[in-house]
């Protein structure tokens, strides 16, 4: 069965502290690693597709690494703004069909205090 | 904003009620997916359309009742609801179901509270 991991559950920085989350998942037939960002009483809001190790993306103070078993998300300088729930998923077939799933960690929860 | 409109934002119903959640894209998407998501825990999937046809069902009690009448639009009808399914619902779309490395996109949910 899938498995994503992200840690630590919750995160307090001071801003302009720079840090990172993790995502460690177990999958078969990854195709893509997903982070979101979810704000209170909002829909996850897409930032970045991650598809093989190696790979980098990055959006203004923020940067996605992937390697085989886990992804990193970065945070560099953050603003009391980049406050939300940080969601990781991995999408894989399911059910032995070729319909993709995505399968969600249990979020991290940042705090960036002014 | 989000490119996936859902309504209501908010909905309290009766355990005997009937009521629907509405969900629209024009992003082109040809997949639709319900997600339930209740309060610190990441989203849950529900039911996906491909093509406007159901393709997977997670074991979802028969009281939720999903619809695709196009490709645009999605619902899922509401009936005899217990009080353990108040969540948020989300409703995402997609590309493609199968295809590689497409993201999902959502919308900013339903907030259901049954009584």
């Known amino acids: 069965e899938d498995q994503v991991t992200q840690s630590p559950e919750a995160l307090r920085l001071q801003e302009g502290e720079s840090s990172s989350l993790n995502c460690s998942y177990t999958?078969?037939?990854?195709?893509?690693l997903f982070w979101y960002r979810q704000d209170p009483g909002k829909g996850p809001e897409f930032l970045f597709t991650?598809?093989?190790a190696g790979e980098e993306k990055e959006k203004e103070r923020l940067k996605a690494t992937l390697t085989k078993k886990e992804s990193f998300l970065h945070i560099t300088a953050p603003k009391p703004e980049d406050s939300a729930t940080y969601l990781c998923?991995?999408?894989?077939?399911?059910?032995?069909?070729?319909?993709?799933?995505?399968?969600f960690g249990q979020g991290t929860i940042l705090t960036v205090h002014p | 904003d989000t490119e996936v409109t859902q309504t209501p934002k908010h909905l309290v119903m009766g355990m005997t009620n009937k009521k629907s959640l509405k969900c629209e894209q024009h992003?082109?998407?040809?997949?639709m997916y319900w997600y339930k998501q209740k309060a610190k825990k990441p989203p849950e999937l529900m039911f996906v359309?491909?093509?406007?046809?159901?393709?997977i069902n997670e074991s979802v009690p028969s009281r939720f009742s999903p619809e695709c009448p196009n490709s645009s639009l999605l619902n899922l009808h509401l009936h005899a609801l217990q009080p353990e399914d108040s969540a948020l619902y989300l409703c995402?779309?997609?590309?493609?179901?199968?295809?590689?490395?497409?993201?999902?996109?959502f919308g900013d949910g339903t907030r259901l509270s049954i009584l």
């Open positions: 992003m082109g998407h040809r997949a």
């Open positions: 998923a991995v999408h894989s077939p399911t059910g032995g069909t070729s319909y993709g799933k995505l399968t």
């Open positions: 995402a779309s997609s590309q493609d179901p199968g295809a590689l490395y497409q993201p999902q996109h």
């Open positions: 991650l598809y093989s």
């Open positions: 999958v078969s037939g990854l195709r893509g």
């Open positions: 359309y491909s093509y406007e046809k159901l393709s």
